[in-house]
């Protein structure tokens, strides 16, 4: 299987034990994880009770050499443009950090794996839902 861009509920049904997360995850090459999905990870870290744990798990998830971490850059923020409009005209918002995780798969050709569908309202995006 190619890259897969997980977003913030991949990872935390992954960690959570979720069968189906934990198997597309070990049978793919290449995981990406958008800096903006740590950010949401981190804030939600700091909001439970488990920070330091929390924490020490995604810092092992990311040492893996399949994973790799993804800024945002001005190709990156082109295909945020292009999805917001899209999304504009056709009346089907989804929240910010969610385009930009679009935006950043869609850079890198990578399949979004989400347990969200409104991934799937972006109509150039290849998404894989749980």
């Known amino acids: 299987m190619k890259t897969l861009c997980i977003d913030t509920s991949a990872y935390s049904n ?3 034990g979720h069968p189906q997360a934990i198997d597309v995850l070990r049978q793919c090459r290449s995981v990406a994880v958008p800096s903006i999905v740590l ?41 945020y443009a292009e999805i917001v409009v899209e999304l504009r005209r056709k009346g089907t918002p989804i929240p910010t950090n969610d385009i930009w995780i679009a935006a950043l798969a869609m ?9 969200d569908a409104h991934f799937n309202a972006i109509g150039r995006l290849a998404v894989m839902q749980l």
């Open 39 to 79: 950010g949401e990870l981190r804030a939600g870290f700091r909001l439970g009770t488990r920070y330091e744990k929390n924490e020490c798990e995604l810092r092992a998830f990311l040492s893996n050499p399949a994973v790799q971490v993804l800024d945002v850059d001005d190709d990156a923020a082109h295909n």
């Open 14 to 16: 992954f960690k959570a």
């Open 107 to 115: 850079r890198e050709g990578a399949t979004v794996l989400t347990f």
